[in-house]
């Protein structure tokens, strides 16, 4: 599974994103609309606008990786 630690100032959310295995990365995004999807349950309005980041950092490391061609065809 993969993780995120917010707290590290070092690394930003796209400079961990960059270090994940294409299955990580795609767990990470899974999980990412897991809690978006709980949090509009909740109304929280400070997790969405963090779930948006982590999003919009995913979907440009995948669509890199694929230009790159270090995703497989399917």
């Known amino acids: 599974m993969a993780q995120f630690f917010p ?10 994103i ?3 295995p294409n299955e990580e990365l ?3 995004w899974e999980e990412t ?5 709980l949090a509009e349950k ?3 309005e400070q997790i ?6 982590y999003e919009r950092a995913v979907l440009q490391e995948l669509q890199l ?6 995703l497989e065809s399917r």
């Open 7 to 16: 707290y590290f100032e070092s690394a930003s959310v796209t400079d961990q």
């Open 48 to 53: 969405p606008f963090f779930s948006l980041e």
């Open 65 to 70: 990786r694929r230009c790159m061609g270090h």
């Open 18 to 20: 960059k270090t994940l």
């Open 33 to 37: 609309q897991f809690m978006d999807s």
């Open 26 to 28: 795609l767990d990470f």
């Open 42 to 44: 909740d109304n929280d």
